[in-house]
Protein backbone atom coordinates (compact mmCIF):
# COMPACT_ATOMS: atom_id res chain seq x y z
CA UNK A 1 0.00 0.00 0.00
CA UNK A 2 1.05 3.42 -0.85
CA UNK A 3 2.06 5.82 2.32
CA UNK A 4 1.20 9.67 1.96
CA UNK A 5 2.17 11.70 5.03
CA UNK A 6 0.15 15.13 5.97
CA UNK A 7 2.66 17.87 8.03
CA UNK A 8 -0.44 20.38 8.58
CA UNK A 9 -2.31 22.02 11.47
CA UNK A 10 -5.40 20.78 12.66
CA UNK A 11 -8.90 21.63 12.56
CA UNK A 12 -11.38 20.12 14.87
CA UNK A 13 -14.49 20.78 12.28
CA UNK A 14 -13.04 18.44 10.04
CA UNK A 15 -12.98 20.84 7.01
CA UNK A 16 -9.74 21.65 6.43
CA UNK A 17 -6.06 20.50 7.49
CA UNK A 18 -4.71 17.17 8.95
CA UNK A 19 -8.40 16.28 8.87
CA UNK A 20 -9.21 17.36 5.52
CA UNK A 21 -6.03 15.64 4.34
CA UNK A 22 -6.66 12.50 6.05
CA UNK A 23 -10.16 12.18 4.25
CA UNK A 24 -8.55 12.84 1.04
CA UNK A 25 -5.91 10.50 1.03
CA UNK A 26 -8.36 7.59 2.47
CA UNK A 27 -10.66 8.52 -0.17
CA UNK A 28 -7.57 7.91 -2.98
CA UNK A 29 -6.47 4.75 -1.07
CA UNK A 30 -3.24 5.37 0.40
CA UNK A 31 -2.26 4.58 3.86
CA UNK A 32 -2.51 8.38 5.84
CA UNK A 33 -0.40 9.67 8.26
CA UNK A 34 0.03 13.06 9.97
CA UNK A 35 2.46 15.45 11.64
CA UNK A 36 0.73 18.26 13.87
CA UNK A 37 2.66 21.52 13.74
CA UNK A 38 -0.02 23.26 15.52
CA UNK A 39 -3.79 23.04 16.99
CA UNK A 40 -6.33 25.51 15.36
CA UNK A 41 -9.53 26.01 17.30
CA UNK A 42 -11.72 26.56 14.47
CA UNK A 43 -14.81 25.81 12.73
CA UNK A 44 -16.60 26.94 9.36
CA UNK A 45 -17.07 30.50 10.81
CA UNK A 46 -13.75 31.39 12.11
CA UNK A 47 -10.90 30.77 14.12
CA UNK A 48 -11.11 31.28 17.77
CA UNK A 49 -6.88 30.63 18.90
CA UNK A 50 -3.82 28.70 17.57
CA UNK A 51 -1.49 26.66 19.56
CA UNK A 52 2.08 25.69 17.99
CA UNK A 53 3.18 22.15 18.62
CA UNK A 54 6.93 22.35 20.42
CA UNK A 55 9.88 22.18 17.51
CA UNK A 56 10.87 19.38 19.53
CA UNK A 57 7.25 17.08 19.08
CA UNK A 58 7.24 18.18 15.54
CA UNK A 59 10.72 16.69 15.17
CA UNK A 60 9.74 13.77 17.24
CA UNK A 61 6.84 12.77 15.28
CA UNK A 62 8.76 13.25 11.67
CA UNK A 63 10.98 10.56 13.14
CA UNK A 64 8.72 8.50 14.42
CA UNK A 65 7.08 8.11 10.69
CA UNK A 66 10.53 7.41 8.59
CA UNK A 67 12.11 5.03 11.61
CA UNK A 68 9.22 3.01 11.24
CA UNK A 69 6.93 3.41 7.90
CA UNK A 70 8.32 5.82 5.38
CA UNK A 71 6.24 7.66 2.44
CA UNK A 72 5.90 7.38 -0.92
CA UNK A 73 4.31 11.47 -0.59
CA UNK A 74 4.50 14.45 2.03
CA UNK A 75 2.03 17.46 1.69
CA UNK A 76 2.72 20.34 3.70
CA UNK A 77 0.20 22.80 4.94
CA UNK A 78 -0.25 25.02 7.23
CA UNK A 79 3.37 26.08 8.95
CA UNK A 80 2.73 29.05 11.46
CA UNK A 81 6.23 30.66 11.38
CA UNK A 82 9.96 30.21 10.42
CA UNK A 83 11.32 28.03 13.27
CA UNK A 84 8.50 25.60 12.31
CA UNK A 85 9.60 26.15 8.80
CA UNK A 86 13.18 25.27 9.44
CA UNK A 87 12.52 22.66 11.59
CA UNK A 88 10.42 21.06 9.09
CA UNK A 89 13.04 21.42 6.30
CA UNK A 90 15.77 19.76 8.10
CA UNK A 91 14.15 16.74 8.52
CA UNK A 92 13.21 16.93 5.30
CA UNK A 93 16.79 17.22 3.70
CA UNK A 94 17.20 14.27 6.71
CA UNK A 95 15.24 12.17 5.12
CA UNK A 96 15.25 12.93 1.65
CA UNK A 97 11.61 11.86 0.62
CA UNK A 98 9.53 11.42 -2.74
CA UNK A 99 7.07 14.01 -3.85
CA UNK A 100 6.74 16.75 -1.89
CA UNK A 101 3.83 18.66 -2.14
CA UNK A 102 3.81 22.57 -0.71
CA UNK A 103 0.54 24.61 -0.17
CA UNK A 104 1.40 27.33 1.50
CA UNK A 105 -1.49 28.09 3.54
CA UNK A 106 -1.04 32.01 4.74
CA UNK A 107 -4.77 32.83 5.72
CA UNK A 108 -8.09 30.99 6.63
CA UNK A 109 -11.20 31.78 4.81
CA UNK A 110 -12.37 33.81 7.29
CA UNK A 111 -9.01 36.24 7.03
CA UNK A 112 -7.46 35.03 10.09
CA UNK A 113 -3.28 34.53 9.64
CA UNK A 114 -2.43 30.88 9.46
CA UNK A 115 1.44 32.13 8.89
CA UNK A 116 3.20 35.07 10.15
CA UNK A 117 3.66 37.73 7.83
CA UNK A 118 7.88 37.41 8.48
CA UNK A 119 7.94 33.98 7.47
CA UNK A 120 7.54 34.73 3.63
CA UNK A 121 11.55 34.65 3.14
CA UNK A 122 11.66 31.53 4.97
CA UNK A 123 9.22 29.82 3.48
CA UNK A 124 11.06 30.74 -0.20
CA UNK A 125 14.84 29.73 1.67
CA UNK A 126 14.30 26.52 3.39
CA UNK A 127 11.23 25.29 1.83
CA UNK A 128 10.77 25.94 -1.89
CA UNK A 129 14.27 24.28 -3.06
CA UNK A 130 12.68 21.39 -1.34
CA UNK A 131 9.60 20.91 -3.34
CA UNK A 132 8.27 18.93 -6.30
CA UNK A 133 4.97 20.83 -6.58
CA UNK A 134 4.01 24.04 -4.74
CA UNK A 135 0.39 25.23 -4.97
CA UNK A 136 -0.54 28.87 -3.72
CA UNK A 137 -3.80 30.27 -4.30
CA UNK A 138 -3.72 34.09 -6.08
CA UNK A 139 -2.77 35.90 -2.82
CA UNK A 140 -0.39 33.38 -1.55
CA UNK A 141 1.07 33.94 -5.06
CA UNK A 142 1.53 37.65 -5.21
CA UNK A 143 2.78 37.38 -1.45
CA UNK A 144 5.51 35.07 -2.51
CA UNK A 145 6.50 37.20 -5.60
CA UNK A 146 5.39 40.48 -4.11
CA UNK A 147 3.12 41.18 -7.36
CA UNK A 148 -0.14 41.85 -8.29
CA UNK A 149 -2.29 39.13 -10.08
CA UNK A 150 -5.20 40.31 -12.21
CA UNK A 151 -5.01 37.96 -15.23
CA UNK A 152 -3.88 34.48 -16.58
CA UNK A 153 -0.26 36.12 -18.06
CA UNK A 154 0.20 37.56 -14.62
CA UNK A 155 -0.45 33.84 -13.48
CA UNK A 156 1.93 32.60 -15.87
CA UNK A 157 4.37 35.74 -14.89
CA UNK A 158 4.19 35.02 -11.38
CA UNK A 159 4.85 30.58 -11.88
CA UNK A 160 7.82 31.85 -13.65
CA UNK A 161 9.10 33.83 -10.85
CA UNK A 162 8.15 31.35 -7.76
CA UNK A 163 9.61 28.52 -10.05
CA UNK A 164 12.85 30.47 -9.99
CA UNK A 165 13.21 29.93 -6.34
CA UNK A 166 14.09 26.54 -6.79
CA UNK A 167 11.59 24.48 -6.83
CA UNK A 168 10.21 22.20 -9.79
CA UNK A 169 6.79 23.13 -10.91
CA UNK A 170 4.01 25.31 -9.46
CA UNK A 171 0.20 24.54 -10.02
CA UNK A 172 -1.41 27.85 -9.36
CA UNK A 173 -5.09 28.35 -8.03
CA UNK A 174 -6.84 30.70 -10.02
CA UNK A 175 -10.06 29.60 -7.20
CA UNK A 176 -11.86 32.63 -6.56
CA UNK A 177 -10.74 35.74 -8.67
CA UNK A 178 -10.67 35.02 -12.59
CA UNK A 179 -13.61 33.73 -14.29
CA UNK A 180 -14.05 30.00 -14.34
CA UNK A 181 -12.17 28.05 -11.64
CA UNK A 182 -8.72 27.97 -13.61
CA UNK A 183 -5.34 26.54 -12.47
CA UNK A 184 -2.06 26.63 -14.52
CA UNK A 185 0.84 24.32 -14.17
CA UNK A 186 4.04 25.21 -14.48
CA UNK A 187 7.33 23.01 -14.75
CA UNK A 188 9.74 25.07 -16.11
CA UNK A 189 8.95 23.49 -20.00
CA UNK A 190 5.36 23.51 -20.27
CA UNK A 191 2.17 25.80 -19.25
CA UNK A 192 -0.71 23.48 -18.79
CA UNK A 193 -4.10 24.77 -18.04
CA UNK A 194 -6.86 23.02 -15.58
CA UNK A 195 -10.19 24.72 -16.34
CA UNK A 196 -13.32 23.59 -14.88
CA UNK A 197 -16.54 25.59 -14.40
CA UNK A 198 -17.22 27.30 -11.39
CA UNK A 199 -19.57 26.14 -8.87
CA UNK A 200 -21.78 28.46 -7.03
CA UNK A 201 -21.32 28.01 -3.10
CA UNK A 202 -20.05 28.78 0.27
CA UNK A 203 -18.96 25.67 0.66
CA UNK A 204 -15.12 25.73 -0.22
CA UNK A 205 -13.51 25.22 3.09
CA UNK A 206 -10.94 23.03 2.44
CA UNK A 207 -10.28 22.95 -0.58
CA UNK A 208 -6.74 23.60 -1.11
CA UNK A 209 -5.87 21.19 1.68
CA UNK A 210 -8.10 18.52 -0.68
CA UNK A 211 -6.54 19.41 -3.92
CA UNK A 212 -3.18 19.29 -2.58
CA UNK A 213 -3.74 15.93 -0.33
CA UNK A 214 -5.22 14.24 -3.41
CA UNK A 215 -2.28 15.56 -5.92
CA UNK A 216 0.39 14.23 -3.51
CA UNK A 217 -1.95 11.06 -3.26
CA UNK A 218 -1.82 10.53 -7.08
CA UNK A 219 2.25 11.25 -6.87
CA UNK A 220 2.42 8.39 -4.71
CA UNK A 221 0.33 5.89 -6.87
CA UNK A 222 2.54 6.25 -9.74
CA UNK A 223 1.01 9.07 -11.66
CA UNK A 224 2.82 11.60 -13.57
CA UNK A 225 2.54 15.24 -12.27
CA UNK A 226 0.02 16.35 -15.28
CA UNK A 227 -2.06 13.34 -14.76
CA UNK A 228 -2.16 13.75 -10.87
CA UNK A 229 -3.25 17.32 -11.41
CA UNK A 230 -6.28 16.11 -13.48
CA UNK A 231 -7.51 13.92 -11.60
CA UNK A 232 -6.96 15.99 -8.62
CA UNK A 233 -9.08 18.73 -10.51
CA UNK A 234 -11.64 16.19 -11.17
CA UNK A 235 -11.76 15.06 -7.21
CA UNK A 236 -12.06 18.65 -6.01
CA UNK A 237 -14.60 19.77 -8.19
CA UNK A 238 -16.85 16.55 -8.05
CA UNK A 239 -16.27 17.55 -3.77
CA UNK A 240 -17.27 20.84 -4.29
CA UNK A 241 -20.20 19.88 -6.34
CA UNK A 242 -21.40 17.17 -4.00
CA UNK A 243 -22.55 20.15 -1.43
CA UNK A 244 -23.25 18.58 1.79
CA UNK A 245 -23.98 21.94 3.61
CA UNK A 246 -22.44 21.21 6.78
CA UNK A 247 -21.90 24.26 9.62
CA UNK A 248 -23.12 27.83 9.92
CA UNK A 249 -20.71 29.81 7.41
CA UNK A 250 -17.90 28.02 4.87
CA UNK A 251 -18.72 24.20 5.03
CA UNK A 252 -16.37 21.72 3.83
CA UNK A 253 -16.31 19.73 0.98
CA UNK A 254 -17.45 16.49 0.15
CA UNK A 255 -15.25 13.27 0.48
CA UNK A 256 -17.39 10.84 0.58
CA UNK A 257 -19.01 11.07 -2.73
CA UNK A 258 -15.48 10.19 -4.16
CA UNK A 259 -15.13 7.36 -1.90
CA UNK A 260 -18.07 5.54 -2.89
CA UNK A 261 -18.74 6.72 -6.26
CA UNK A 262 -17.96 3.10 -7.44
CA UNK A 263 -20.31 1.27 -5.25
CA UNK A 264 -23.04 3.74 -5.43
CA UNK A 265 -23.13 3.85 -1.58
CA UNK A 266 -23.10 7.38 -1.69
CA UNK A 267 -26.73 7.63 -2.68
CA UNK A 268 -27.22 5.56 0.70
CA UNK A 269 -26.00 8.03 3.00
CA UNK A 270 -26.84 11.63 1.78
N1 LIG B 1 -16.32 27.70 -6.72
C1 LIG B 1 -15.49 26.82 -7.27
N2 LIG B 1 -15.87 26.03 -8.30
C2 LIG B 1 -15.03 25.15 -8.86
N3 LIG B 1 -13.76 24.97 -8.46
C3 LIG B 1 -13.29 25.72 -7.43
C4 LIG B 1 -14.13 26.69 -6.79
N4 LIG B 1 -13.39 27.29 -5.78
C5 LIG B 1 -12.18 26.70 -5.82
N5 LIG B 1 -12.10 25.77 -6.81
C6 LIG B 1 -10.97 24.92 -7.13
O1 LIG B 1 -10.54 24.33 -5.92
C7 LIG B 1 -9.12 24.19 -5.89
C8 LIG B 1 -8.57 24.94 -4.69
O2 LIG B 1 -8.43 26.29 -5.08
P1 LIG B 1 -8.54 27.53 -4.14
O3 LIG B 1 -8.05 28.70 -4.92
O4 LIG B 1 -9.91 27.58 -3.56
O5 LIG B 1 -7.51 27.10 -3.05
P2 LIG B 1 -7.24 27.82 -1.73
O6 LIG B 1 -7.50 29.27 -1.90
O7 LIG B 1 -5.90 27.37 -1.26
O8 LIG B 1 -8.32 27.27 -0.79
P3 LIG B 1 -9.05 28.19 0.26
O9 LIG B 1 -9.70 29.26 -0.56
O10 LIG B 1 -10.03 27.22 0.84
O11 LIG B 1 -8.02 28.72 1.19
C9 LIG B 1 -8.65 24.74 -7.24
O12 LIG B 1 -8.54 23.67 -8.15
C10 LIG B 1 -9.75 25.69 -7.64
O13 LIG B 1 -9.77 25.92 -9.01
C1 LIG C 1 -5.46 23.95 9.95
C2 LIG C 1 -5.83 24.62 8.67
N1 LIG C 1 -5.05 24.44 7.57
C3 LIG C 1 -5.37 25.06 6.42
C4 LIG C 1 -6.48 25.88 6.33
C5 LIG C 1 -6.82 26.56 5.04
O1 LIG C 1 -7.67 25.71 4.33
P1 LIG C 1 -8.02 25.87 2.81
O2 LIG C 1 -7.10 26.89 2.22
O3 LIG C 1 -7.86 24.54 2.18
O4 LIG C 1 -9.47 26.31 2.84
C6 LIG C 1 -7.30 26.02 7.47
N2 LIG C 1 -8.40 26.78 7.45
N3 LIG C 1 -6.93 25.40 8.63
Redesign the pocket.
Known sequence: MKKVLTI????PTGG???Q?DIKTMSAHGVYAMSVIV?V?A?NTMRVISIEDISLKVIRDQIDAVYEDIGTDAVKI??LSNSEIMVAVAQKLREYSPLNIVLDP?MY??GGNA?MAENSIETLIKELLPLCDLITPNIPEAEKITNMKIHSIEDMKRASEKILNYGCKSVLLKGGHYIGEAIDILYDGKDFVTYETKRIKTKN???????LSSSIASNLALGFSLKEAISLSKEYITKAIEKDINIGKGHGPVNHFYNFFKEEKIYENIK
Open positions: AGSDAGIASVEGMVAKLTHGTGCT
